[in-house]
């Protein structure tokens, strides 16, 4: 069964785009840094991965790579092109959800929160996403995170009663869209401290000149599990 099932997320149109899209680059080049900071072997957790378009690159990279998505169709697509990548041993795909991985306590060397956690639908399943995220992390593990920004939206956008950083108003469901400062916070008090390997950067987010609001504002951060 799909748990996603008639959401856009297993719409054919959608698995087909994510089959194709191409790596985050910035995730390449630290994920790079970090097993060569390791020692060339390690394992990474790709939450919501997809259809593994970062998964296949890390497992060509040396990272041992364990994929999770609630998406049926895209977990397919994903384990497609992982074996026509020929990482097949190299990569696992499991339906999970991001709030309960099913993976070892301290187990990763990599931690990968790309474009997954912008789509809990409370503060709750944030935070425990991010909990589960520092369950797995070894002690030093980096998070890689890319989330929707609060500046997607208007500043008069109100948040869904009793939350502080969910909102309806992007695509008509809860999302999650925060601040830097609530970023920030919310990583620490789950147990990540910012990384200067990929400092905290806004894409997208309209100017005085370009006021009209299209696409998302991203954060893009790395973090490292607190020892």
């Known amino acids: 069964m799909d748990p996603l099932a008639g959401t856009p997320w297993s719409a054919p149109g959608t698995v087909s785009g994510f089959s ?3 790596p985050n680059e910035v995730l390449m080049a630290f994920a790079r840094a ?5 020692g060339g072997q390690g394992t990474a957790v790709d939450i919501g991965c997809g259809a593994a378009r970062n ?6 990279m040396g990272w041992s790579v364990i994929g999770t998505d609630l998406s049926q169709p895209m977990l397919d697509a994903a384990i497609e092109r992982v074996e026509n990548s020929g990482v097949s041993a190299r990569v696992q795909c499991m339906l999970a959800p991001m709030e309960g991985l099913p993976v070892g306590d301290a187990s990763a060397d990599l931690v990968i929160a790309h474009g997954i956690w912008n ?14 995220a520092a369950r797995v992390a070894k002690p030093s593990a980096a998070l890689f995170v890319f989330t929707f920004s609060r500046h997607t939206l208007p ?22 869209f925060l601040t830097e400062e609530q970023l920030l916070t919310e990583m620490a008090v789950g147990g990540f401290d910012p990384d200067p390997g990929v400092p905290l950067r806004e894409y997208n987010r309209p100017t005085a000149a370009t006021a009209q609001r299209g696409g998302p504002v991203i954060y893009e951060a790395a973090f490292r599990r607190r020892a």
């Open 20 to 22: 194709t899209a191409s």
């Open 34 to 38: 970090e097993l060569d900071r390791i």
């Open 55 to 60: 998964a296949v690159p890390l497992a060509e």
């Open 119 to 132: 789509l809990a639908t409370s503060s709750a399943q944030f935070r425990q996403s991010v909990r589960e």
């Open 155 to 176: 500043d008069s956008a109100p948040p869904v009663a009793g939350e502080s950083f969910v909102f309806t108003q992007f695509s008509g469901r809860p999302q999650c």
